[in-house]
Each structure stands twice: as C-alpha cells, then as structure tokens.
C-alpha cells in the first residue's frame, strides 16, 4: 500500500505547515490553512516516443563565453498583438500562464489562434466538451485543420495523447481543473496546481514544446491558486477589459523572453476577437460639437503610442464632504493634482464634486497624461471647451511644473499622424525635431497652460 502523508497548505499563498494553526506565518491571513493528503507513489515519468522527431533536451555546464546567444526561432502565432506581447511569439519550451475575469475571452483567444496557427495544436479542455468548442470554432470561422481537441482533466491521460499525437503546441483549459494520480487530494487545490505544473514544465522544458495554460483568477483579481505558480511559469499574461465594453486588454505582468511594458488591444465581435491596429482611433470620441471636460492625452504603452480621451465633471457638490470618484486612473494621483490646482493655480476645487473618466474601459498609470487630467478639469469648472486638434503629453509637479517625460519624439508624431495641430509639452523636454508638421506649445508651469487654453 502506498505511503500516504498529511500536509497542512495556506489557500492564500501556498505556504506548508506541519500541523494546523490559525494564522498564516507567511501571508499573515487567518482561517485560511487547510489539510490535504498527498501520496507518496513512485512516479513513472512520462516518456517520450521512440519515433519522436523532437529530441529531448540534456543539459551540461558551459562557459559563459560558449552559450550561444543567437536569436532562437520563436512559433508565429499569426496574432500580431499576441506576438507584440510575447516578444515576438511562443518560445519552443515555455510555458505560459494567461489569466483573467471569466468570460472576458481566454478560451475564446486561444481558440482563435489554435485555429489559425500552421502548426499541430493540441488543445486539451477540462471545462467544456468537444461539442461545445465545435459550435464555438464555427462561431469563429477556423482556417486550418491542424487543431486537435481533447476534453481530459488527468495528466497521465494527457500525456499518452501527446505521445500518440506529437503536437507542436499544447494549450491547456485550464490548470485549476487539472489532477494527477500522484496527488490525493481535489483539482484545483494547492498540492494539485503545484504537481500539474511541475509535470507539464518537465514536459515542455525535455521536448521544446510550448505550453499555454489558461488560470482562474480570485475575486481580488490575483490568480488563484499558490504565488508559486507565477514564479514557476516563463511568461504571465493578463487578459482585462470590462465586460460592458467591447474592447480587451492584453498586458504581460512577467515574461523572461521580452518586454512586459507591452500591450495589446483586441475587439470583442460575435466572431471572435478582433485585432485592434491602430488603438488611438477607438479610443477617442467622434463627436462633432465641442463639449468642456474633455482633453485627449498621447501616452505610450511599452513601444506603441496612444492618444486617449480624458473626461472630467466638475460640479458643486450636494453633501458636506465633497466627492471624488476616478475610473481608469489612480485616485491618490487624482487627489495631489487636486491639491497642486489649490495651491499652485488658485483655483478653489476644495468644495467641488471631481469625477474622472478615461474613455474605452482601459486603465492607464502612465504620469504623462497628467497634463490632460489637469486640462480637462480646469475645462469643465470653466465651462470651456478645449479645442479637437489639441492635445497634451507632460508630467505636472508637486510645485505646479510641468515636467519632462520620456519618449516625447514617439508621441509627437502619433499626434502628427492623427491630425492634431498643437501639442503641449514641457520646455525641459530635448526635442530632436522642433520643425515637425504639428506646432508644438512648450510650457513650464501651469499658469502657461491656463493663460493659452482659456485666456
């Protein structure tokens, strides 16, 4: 009979105790220690088939001078903001984790590309059957027939069906349904995530194939499961959007083979998932008349630039206590430039309702479209319009200046492109071009910008 061992693991963090306790060393929550029984079995490792074309990896020690650091092909995944994200596409040998809020469109992402991709795609759902992925691919429309479905939860199962099928690519829906034998206990609790990973790791990392694996997230937005599990994969995805929008979010929070300031946009249709090209033209308005509160930002996502809409309402407010309420952008950062409009420029905001608004659903933290916050809440406490073809890239300052930021080149000319006749940015700012199409307004404080816009 098979040894069997009782461990005690935190649901929150993933941290093992010996005995049960109240509280959580680690992570310090309580009530959250819960005991399952791990068996101890010898484990037959999967193996790889004789007539497999894909070699498995043996590792040796190498001088530093010796690595090769030639650029590694890399899987097109014939999804260009996928691919931005990535860094190029799929790394032979990675593994990577996509999370988001249910029906956001995870399955429905990947799907899509297994669909289109020129390789051999074994996708491998534990939530749905195979009719229900049929009537979903016919919804999208698929272009190549190299895509295999599978509906299995166990691991062993899994891996005879890629000894058998030799796939390309593995995609994985998703890790929380996963279970192997080597473990007593449910899917999806801490031991089970931890000894699927484990195993689907050993597996990409021996044969050069790569996985994607699709993770529940918690009602605070993390992805559940153990923090381990972020630390264990190559490349961590996050998939957001509201789901009263039709546009989604791709961010990379971790990725060892590029960049995660990266981003990609995609729009939700009745076919699928659109690829968003050119970002700047759904996110702003197409209004004919001018309103006041609203001032357009260039701001830049890891190497794309994006000129968004900002919305601001400006109102006497009903209650004692004024309120202040921003979406898509950081209410602390919102409450300083408050303050720096009190203080600096001499305009009393103190007893006044503010509410922010950045158009499209996105969020954005970059301090550059501070500058645009500021106009367009000075616009709707004046009750001035700002005109269409202006619009704003520059830092403000605790002392009301207006600060330099980097990239200012990439954002005047996505302005240019865009048909915006002014920009304002700071005088600090080094610009290599001064002579460009677009007339550029260098400003050093605030009063600068409130004596151009509104006299």
């Given amino acids: 009979m098979a040894k069997t061992k009782t461990i005690f693991f935190c649901q929150n963090c993933g941290a093992q105790y010996a005995k049960w306790q109240g509280q959580c060393t680690s992570c310090k929550e309580w009530n959250t220690i819960a005991e399952e029984v791990v068996q101890k079995a010898s484990k037959n ?13 043996v590792s040796k ?22 691919n931005r994200v990535l860094g190029g596409g799929l790394v032979p040998g990675s593994l990577t984790l996509l999370g ?20 051999k795609t074994l996708y491998v759902s534990g939530e749905e059957s195979q009719k229900q992925i049929k009537m979903r691919a016919e919804r999208i429309h698929s272009k190549t027939d190299n895509c295999l479905i599978l509906t299995e ?17 593995v995609i994985i829906d998703s890790i929380q349904t996963l279970h192997s034998d080597y473990i007593e206990s449910s899917a999806g609790s801490i031991s089970q995530i931890r000894e699927c990973t484990t195993e689907l790791i050993k597996f990409a990392k021996e044969t050069a194939t790569p996985v994607i694996l699709i993770g529940h997230i918690t009602k605070d937005g993390n992805i559940a ?9 190559d490349t961590v995805l996050q998939f957001e959007g509201d789901r009263n929008h039709v546009y989604r979010i791709l961010r990379a929070l971790k990725n060892r083979f590029g960049s995660t300031s990266e981003l990609g946009i995609y729009e939700m249709l009745g076919s699928g998932l659109r690829e968003v090209t050119n970002p700047s033209e759904i996110l702003i308005s197409k209004k004919e008349e001018e309103l006041s509160g609203t001032a357009i930002a260039a701001t830049v996502e890891g190497m794309r630039p994006l000129m968004i809409e900002i919305q ?24 300083m430039l408050l303050a720096v409009l009190e203080k600096r420029a001499g305009f009393r905001l103190g007893a006044k309702d503010v ?35 202006f619009c704003f890239a520059a830092e403000v300052g605790l002392a009301g200046e207006i600060r330099p930021i980097t990239k200012v080149e990439q954002r005047i000319q996505e302005a240019e492109k865009l048909g915006f006749s002014t920009i304002f940015v700071s005088k ?28």
Avoid: C
């Fill in 100 to 119: 988001g809020e249910p029906g956001i469109g995870k399955s429905t992402l990947l799907l899509q590309i297994s669909l289109k991709l020129p390789y």
């Fill in 153 to 169: 939860t166990k691991t062993q199962n899994i891996f005879r069906q890629i000894e058998a099928t030799e796939p390309d690519i």
């Fill in 61 to 82: 020690p190498l001088k530093i001078s010796e690595i090769d650091t030639s650029h590694e092909a890399r899987y097109n995944t014939d999804d260009s903001e996928l």
């Fill in 355 to 389: 509410f922010l608004n950045i158009t499209g659903g996105i969020s954005v933290d970059d301090p550059a479209i501070d500058l645009a916050v500021v106009a367009a809440i000075l616009s709707s406490n004046e009750d001035i319009p700002i005109a269409k073809d």
């Fill in 428 to 455: 600090y700012n080094k610009i290599s071009n001064p002579d460009s199409g677009i007339n550029i307004q260098l400003v050093g404080k605030i009063e600068d910008v409130v004596e151009y816009l509104f006299g």
């Fill in 312 to 335: 601001a309402l400006v109102s006497t407010a009903v209650y004692g206590t004024p309120q202040r309420s921003a979406t898509g952008y950081n209410l602390k950062r919102l409450n």
């Fill in 225 to 233: 499961g153990p923090k381990i599990l972020e630390h264990m994969v």
């Fill in 45 to 57: 490792d999967w193996k790889a088939p004789s007539t497999s074309t894909k070699e498995r990896r």
